[in-house]
């Protein structure tokens, strides 16, 4: 029998090699248009980022040690173009010299996989537009961002690879806008709520995400420089296009195979309706293992498994697929993973099920292990029949196992109840005692008994709790305008409350609101609701009357940029981050907007370079964070963190000896949106001047950086000129002629650089260029100037590395309240800076460390 198989990545190698050992005596023949086979398709991303480091190491198998291990023959660089299933033959064509061949076979499997969807707007073509397809791709992509030092890309396409795609260029430094046609991230993957909580703790990340935005085209000329869509431009150094796959089927348009949208139709064998023809992989339609129905499992899963059933099935086994269920699961930050599988709420509406769904917020190991965090669940079943049908995990731990349980269920037929008493593994660092799975079933069981009585988060951003009075059920009162319960001293009806009020139960998580809820009920209260996920996962909001924002509240909302007008009890002077004081044009035009819809219209600079809208209401504060953010703008510059970079010219300025522009905006992205979350024990401001006359004061700043032109004095060519034009030029007066020869006294020139080429003999034309760095200064109630550094620095990567080695220094070791320069008096200046540049730092440990901040102005 010879067996000849096209494609040669996951299911063409997987069917392939499994023949073989099945029936060692046959022809099994791979022929593949690529020069590599059996790649990790999955990990590209992986490699873009930097956690694969090597190409080889994408590669499972190459030609070689593949035919040697399984004995099967492969072609690399032959493209199927044509198939006849009469005369029983497929035609390949080489595709380094075009010419054609036609191969014989007696079994054929079709495992052409799929390619990039590619959309017809112009400028895909340009140099910096990548695909993420193979692993020629991923390498393409990650040197032009190394070799160009791209600070900004689009990603157009919000699914999973797009999603991992955006995640790992951010690990590299890189600014990251994320656009999708689709009104939310992942469309038919997750539902609509769920996606949106990824959405904001993507956004709270620095990643900047449209939604419900087209792509019109990509601008440029040499290379890619951006973007175009139906809601504006978008600058860009780089653009990948993760919009989608299409099976690269169009060779088979008309062999008479049936075929769906591209995706070739095979049975639980993976037969297509043309004799000794099969077909496996991201080309193939499969069914859903829940409805039956066809679906599209593009997924490197779904093509070994349905490859290995292929070749036990011509083996003579009967091997039936039993059916896909969407199961996938992705990284999404280093904090943020999320799995599902089965029907989404929408799905399964549509395949007639009557869904009841719960969202709810569990710990995902026992809460005291270190490293614990939260699986935020939401779990689908039948109403009538309790059946299980899906599930959607998120979390910084093992969502995959949540997921796994899950696939096993719904695979038997499981109803919630069936897991009740499974005996799961449990040990704190794994687990709790009762596993967030059974919790969560648990939960479902009550709400769907009547015991839990709720509104889901759908429910809840639709409207159907406007009438209801919010309780507080937090152990602290956080919620503005809320009236908050102590849950431990409720021992009977609230007092003020009437029985039948409509209450809405709010708490962090849910359980606390699930506590109060069945106390309530037994005192006789009739109309309460608890609202799912709490506040971990919604964003509450209560109707603020004029004066009664708490001072906890107001503490809370400076910190993201919002300072109270004092004149008012609810209006706030909203701080907009720029780029050290340079914004676009759209920036400009979004702000003014925003001034416009959400404030009085107006907007003043401050001395830090940012942008202040004037007079927001209160009720309008997340409304108008929310705008900005979809023009890629955040506000903050407040508390005790990192503050924004000022900067002043550089290379505008005649005096400028560095681009100060270019640097403080890779520090803007590296050390204020990289560190926006990480409390330090005060503020930390940062300013660059490109040189020593001091425009920005960076010296007054608990880290300044000055440009610097270190004149290099070569006194051979010194003629003892009656007037020397250095000495004569030099604006603080060190240079001087000493016995007939110049001299610069090293310990009192600034480094300005103004003598350069003043000397018509050339005794100062070589100079160091280079970065001066002063730590501890600070203005304000108490001035102090910054201690320089005894290096100069010639790059900038010097600096960044000192940056962030000052940045953790104070984290760990700094005292609540203290500023930098406090901290540098406390231990001792030299003491500082051999931490700062020649110890080492286990930037780990600082990170971990908790940390309470102390800004007070």
Not at 33 to 45: E, N, R, T, W
Not at 723 to 748: F, T, Y
Not at 828 to 856: C, I, R, S, W
Request: hydrophobic share 40%; aromatic share 8%; charged share 20%.
């Amino acid at each position: 029998m010879k067996v000849v198989v096209i494609g040669g990545v996951a299911a063409g190698t997987k069917a392939a090699a499994k023949l073989k050992r099945e029936q060692p005596d046959a022809e099994v023949v791979i022929y593949t248009k690529g020069q590599d086979i059996s790649y990790a398709g999955c990990g590209l991303p992986y490699y873009l980022g930097g956690d694969i480091p090597t190409r080889e190491d994408l590669i499972v198998n190459t030609p070689q040690k593949y035919a040697g291990l399984t004995r099967v023959q492969v072609h690399t660089g032959q493209e199927a173009v044509a198939l006849d299933a009469a005369a029983k033959t497929v035609t390949l064509r080489a595709v380094d010299t075009g010419a054609d061949h036609t191969e014989n076979y007696d079994k054929l499997i079709l495992a052409v996989g799929a390619e990039p969807f590619v959309p017809g707007v112009p400028g895909t073509d340009l140099p910096g537009v990548f695909k993420m397809r193979t692993p020629d791709d991923a390498i393409a992509a990650r040197d032009y961002v190394d070799k160009n030092a791209c600070r900004r890309a689009v990603v157009v396409g919000g699914g999973f690879i797009g999603l991992e795609v955006a995640e790992n260029l951010m690990a590299k430094g890189v600014s990251v806008t994320v656009v999708d046609m689709a009104n939310q991230l992942m469309p038919n993957i997750f539902d609509p709520e769920m996606a949106g909580y990824v959405k904001r703790k993507l956004q709270e990340a620095g990643m900047r995400i449209m939604t419900g935005t087209a792509l019109q085209g990509i601008t440029g000329t040499d290379k890619a420089t951006g973007i175009t869509t139906d809601a504006g431009p978008i600058p860009a150094d780089m653009v990948v296009l993760a919009i989608g796959i299409r099976p690269a089927t169009a060779f088979l348009a008309h062999s008479g195979l049936d075929m769906f949208k591209g995706t070739i139709k095979v049975d639980d064998k993976q037969q297509t309706n043309l004799p000794d023809v099969y077909a496996v992989g991201d080309c193939a339609m499969v069914h859903n293992a829940l409805t039956g129905a066809p679906q599209w499992s593009a997924m490197g899963s779904t093509a070994n498994i349905t490859g290995r059933c292929l070749a036990r099935n011509l083996a003579g086994h009967e091997s039936l697929y039993g059916g896909c269920l969407g199961t996938g699961v992705v990284r999404l930050l280093e904090t943020l993973n999320a799995g599902r599988t089965g029907l989404t709420e929408a799905q399964a509406k549509d395949a007639g099920f009557d869904p009841v769904t719960v969202i709810c917020v569990t710990d995902d190991k026992a809460h005291y292990y270190p490293g614990a965090d939260s699986f935020v669940t939401k779990l689908i079943a039948d109403k009538a029949t309790h059946k299980l049908l899906g599930i959607q995990v998120l979390g910084a731990g093992a969502v995959d196992k949540m997921v796994d349980i899950a696939v096993t269920g719904i695979s038997l037929g499981a109803t919630l109840e069936s897991f009740n008493t499974l005996d799961f593994a449990y040990a704190p660092p794994f687990s709790t005692a009762i596993h967030p799975f059974v919790q969560a079933c648990y939960i479902l069981e009550n709400k769907l008994s009547g015991a839990f009585e709720t509104f889901t988060p759908a429910e809840y951003a639709a409207g159907a709790a406007a009438d209801y009075q919010v309780i507080d059920v937090q152990p602290e009162a956080k919620i503005p305008g809320a009236r908050w319960a102590n849950l431990s001293q409720v021992t009977g009806p609230i007092e003020g409350l009437d029985k039948d009020a409509k209450l809405l139960l709010v708490c962090a998580k849910g359980k606390r609101g699930y506590f109060l809820q069945n106390r309530l009920k037994s005192f006789g209260y009739t109309n309460t609701r608890v609202l799912e996920g709490g506040a971990y996962f919604n964003k509450v909001k209560v109707p603020v009357t004029k004066g009664t924002l708490t001072p906890e509240e107001i503490k809370r909302v400076k910190g993201l940029g919002c300072l109270q007008d004092k004149r008012y009890p609810d209006v706030f002077n909203v701080r907009v981050i720029t780029r050290n004081g340079k914004i676009t044009a759209a920036e400009q035009r979004a702000i003014t907007e925003a001034a416009e819809k959400f404030g009085s219209g107006e907007v003043t600079m401050t001395t830090r370079l940012t942008l202040e809208i004037q007079a927001v209401p209160y009720a309008n504060l997340e409304d108008l964070m929310e705008y900005l953010q979809q023009a890629g703008l955040r506000t903050g510059g407040t508390g005790s963190l990192v503050r924004p970079v000022v900067s002043c010219k550089g290379t505008t300025c005649q005096y400028g000896l560095l681009d100060s522009f270019g640097l403080s905006e890779k520090l803007h992205e590296r050390f204020y949106i990289g560190y926006h979350n990480v409390t330090l024990p005060h503020k930390f401001k940062i300013a660059v001047g490109g040189c020593p006359n001091n425009c920005v004061k960076p010296d007054l700043n608990d880290l300044g950086i000055v440009g610097q032109r270190v004149p290099m004095i070569d006194p051979a060519k010194c003629r003892n000129c009656k007037i020397c034009q250095v000495e004569k030029n030099c604006p603080i007066h060190v240079a001087k002629l000493e016995n007939g020869v110049l001299h610069i006294d090293p310990d009192a020139c600034n480094h300005c650089g103004r003598c350069k080429g003043k000397c018509p003999f050339g005794v100062t034309e070589e100079f160091m260029d280079g970065y001066k760095i002063y730590i501890g200064g600070r203005w304000g109630k108490k001035v102090a100037h910054g201690h320089p550094l005894d290096k100069i620095f010639t790059s900038e990567e010097e600096v960044l590395d000192v940056v962030e080695r000052a940045i953790l220094f104070f984290r760990n070791e700094g005292i609540t309240g203290e500023r930098f320069a406090d901290t540098i008096d406390r231990l001792g200046f030299d003491y500082v800076q051999n931490k700062l540049l020649t110890e080492p730092m286990d930037k780990e440990a600082a990170l971990k460390k908790t940390v309470v901040g102390g800004a007070t102005c």
